[in-house]
């Protein structure tokens, strides 16, 4: 009997763990959901005969060893963070290890103790990171089969909302973690272009972006993601000419974000006491210059030519020029809007959201002076507010890997990532019989 731990059971776990509880009898897997608030692990569980839900604090060194001594393999759903703790604990009680999130710097140091106690250390393995790498390494290692050479690589993703349920002018809602989205860009980018490095600091990100275009679902503000340049390394591209990975955003989204960026309400390293005595209106002003005029003016005067009706409406449909009062005592900025967004923000009953990604490609095969160009595009739409389309994106690659490794068809250690073809051929195949495939266009 295999023993899996998952530990968190938020909104991105859901298909996760329907998942796994659906295979399990199968498997003569015995799974427990361990979040710190048990009636969500208990509601994720469903009274699955092979499932149990337990109340778990990841603060509790003592019982966090403990939970994870007595399970053979672990999958954290924790905030990226929050990593580090389960991994060191994993690895020294000798336990497999599972999580969606990056590589951090915690797991690098692991990997060799891992790799000595034949231990899975499997990272990036959900929609981004996770589907991106594996989609995109299926396609970059046929054309280096063919003998081609990548010139080109630009990859972009987004958890949007389906345009059926797009009832703001924002065009998002939250379908994970709202403090991410808030603290989304923070940084600098750098990717390589055109054989030159380029960086955008923070300040800048938001306005400096592509657009991407799709014949469904239209025009997407695209802004480049902090690190491109790892990833050079990572799938094997040395030479490139042109690497990016960057976000999707409805189109217009990124100006008026860049509004939140100038005026300082993404800052997350101050805290705003008394907040409950103030208005959203009166939060803008505090960070804005003296000067003559009403407030929208103001606003508007020091955002300078990016400000236009579209942005304005933005604004406006936030209620930051009313009377809408602070409902938390004390925050950060970034919290105080993380609050407001989370009301206007929200997936209602019956809405979908979207998730859209596209891979662009420009290589040369042998013995041709043309460069060919290769589009791989991916949308879901999600079945309602809680069976999210990235909740299922991110879940279902993870689970589909830790079936093919507790089944035998992957047989690997250390820290990994879906990059080879033992891990994405078998991932890609399931998720494209579940209707989650991409289309591919060549010029």
Known sequence: MTRI???????????????????????QWKITVADVDVKLAEE???KHPNGTAI?????????????????????????????????RDCVELGKHLATASYVSE????????AKRKNLLLLNECGLDPGLDHASAMKIIDEIKNKGGIITVFKSYCGG??????????????????????????????????????????????FLQTDVVASEKYGKFDAYANRDSISYIDIYGLNGIKTMLRGTLRQHGYCKAWDVFVKLGLTDDSSVVTNANKLTYSELILSFLPTAAGSLKDRLKNFVGATW??????????????????????????????????????????????????????EYVLPGEARTRKLNSFLAVEGKDENHTAMA?????????????????????????RPIIPQIYEPMLSELKEQGISFTERWT
């Open 5 to 27: 731990l998952i530990i968190g059971a938020g909104r991105s776990a859901i298909s996760l763990i329907d998942y796994l509880l659906a295979h399990a009898l199968e498997h």
């Open 44 to 46: 994720k569980v469903a």
């Open 55 to 87: 109340g778990f604090d990841i603060r509790n060194a003592d019982h966090r060893r403990e939970l994870i001594g007595a399970h053979d393999l672990v999958i954290s759903m924790l905030p990226a963070f929050m990593h580090g703790d389960v991994a």
């Open 106 to 113: 915690d797991l690098k140091k692991l990997d060799a103790e």
């Open 160 to 205: 949007l909302v389906a345009p059926q349920s797009n009832t703001n002018p924002w065009g998002y809602k939250f379908s994970w973690n709202p403090r991410n989205v808030i603290l989304a860009g923070q940084g600098t980018a750098q990717w390589l272009d055109e054989g030159q490095f380029k960086f955008i600091p923070y300040n800048r990100l």
């Open 308 to 361: 236009d009706a579209e942005v304005e409406d933005m604004m406006d449909y936030l209620e930051l020029f009313s009377n809408k009062a602070i409902t938390l005592a004390e925050g950060s900025p970034a919290k105080l809007l993380q609050s407001l967004l989370e009301e206007k923000w929200k997936l209602m009953p019956g809405d979908k959201d979207l998730i859209v990604m596209e891979h662009q490609f």
């Open 392 to 416: 299922l994106t991110v879940g279902l690659p993870l689970a589909i890997t830790v079936k093919n490794f507790l089944t035998g068809k992957i047989n690997l250690n250390g820290i990994q």
